[in-house]
C-alpha cells in the first residue's frame, strides 16, 4: 500500500513540474518589437546587396564573419547569416526581385518566437517567417511562396508524370537488357565453334580416301613360305622337310582376309 502511494506521489510530482514547464514556456515573454528591428535590419539589407557583396561574405573565415555580425549588433551567428543569405537568393530566384512587405505577426513556439510577414515580389507574393530562439538569437529565414491551387495542380501532375514517366523507362531498358540475353549462348557458342578445314586440306583428304590400297606383293615372300609349309606339315602331323611352296596367291574370296 505504501509503495502504491509513494507511485502515486512520484506521477503527481511530474505532472505538475511538465506543467510548470509548459507554463513556463508559454508565458515567456519577448520584445516584440526588438525583434522586429532585427527582421527589418535582414530585409533592408538584403534588399539592397548586390551578388556581388553577398558573395564577399562567403568568402570570410568564420571568426571574421562573427566579429562582423557581432558589430551590427543582431544576434546572430556567422554560420546562420550564411544560410539566410542562401535563403534570400532562392525566394528571390522563385518569386522575383523583392518589392515591399507588410505587418509583423509574432507566434511563440517551444523553440522559441516566429515572426511572420506577407512579402510582394515582381513575379509573386509570399510569406517571409524569422525564427528566433528561446535567447532571442535569430536563427533562420524562409521565405514561401504562394501559388495558385491551378498551379499547384500542375506542379504536382508535371511530378507525378515525370516520375511516372522515368519508372516506365527505366522498366523499358531493362526489358530490352533481358531480351538481348537470349543472344548471349548464341554468341558464345559461335565464338567457341573449331575453325573449318582449309579447302586444300579437304581436297588432299578426298584424294587419300579415294586412292585405292595397293596390294601387297607376297609371291616371294620367304618368311610366309615357310610358316605357310610348318602350317601344312603341322596339320598333316609330318615334317615341313618335305614341303616345298612353289608360289603364294591371294584369292579374292578368302575371308581371312
Do not use: H
Amino acid at each position: 500500500m505504501k509503495k502504491k502511494i509513494s507511485l502515486l506521489g512520484l506521477v503527481l510530482i511530474l505532472a505538475l513540474g511538465l506543467f510548470t514547464g509548459c507554463s513556463k514556456s508559454d508565458t515567456t515573454e519577448y520584445d516584440q518589437a526588438q525583434l522586429e528591428q532585427y527582421a527589418d535590419f535582414i530585409i533592408q539589407n538584403f534588399s539592397m546587396m548586390s551578388e556581388t557583396q553577398m558573395e564577399s561574405f562567403q568568402d570570410m573565415s568564420e571568426l571574421e564573419l562573427d566579429l562582423t555580425m557581432l558589430n551590427t549588433g543582431v544576434p546572430i551567428s556567422g554560420e546562420n547569416f550564411l544560410t539566410m543569405i542562401d535563403a534570400w537568393n532562392s525566394g528571390i530566384e522563385e518569386c522575383g526581385v523583392f518589392v515591399d512587405y507588410g505587418e509583423y505577426t509574432m507566434k511563440v513556439t517551444n523553440d522559441g518566437p516566429v515572426l511572420t510577414t506577407e512579402v510582394n515580389f515582381a513575379d509573386r507574393d509570399g510569406t517571409m517567417e524569422f525564427a528566433f530562439d528561446e535567447k532571442s538569437n535569430m536563427e533562420s529565414l524562409t521565405i514561401s511562396a504562394d501559388y495558385t491551387i491551378g498551379e499547384i495542380l500542375q506542379k504536382a501532375g508535371l511530378n507525378t508524370v515525370l516520375g511516372m514517366g522515368t519508372t516506365f523507362v527505366v522498366l523499358i531498358f531493362l526489358s530490352f537488357i533481358i531480351w538481348l540475353l537470349k543472344f548471349i549462348p548464341v554468341l558464345e557458342k559461335k565464338f567457341r565453334k573449331s575453325p573449318e578445314p582449309s579447302a586444300e586440306v579437304q581436297k588432299t583428304a578426298s584424294a587419300a580416301e579415294s586412292a585405292p590400297v595397293a596390294e601387297e606383293d607376297v609371291t616371294n615372300d620367304t618368311e610366309l613360305a615357310a610358316v605357310i609349309a610348318a602350317a601344312v606339315a603341322a596339320s598333316e602331323g609330318t615334317s615341313p622337310d618335305g614341303f616345298v611352296v612353289r608360289s603364294i596367291k591371294r584369292r579374292k574370296s578368302n575371308k581371312w582376309n
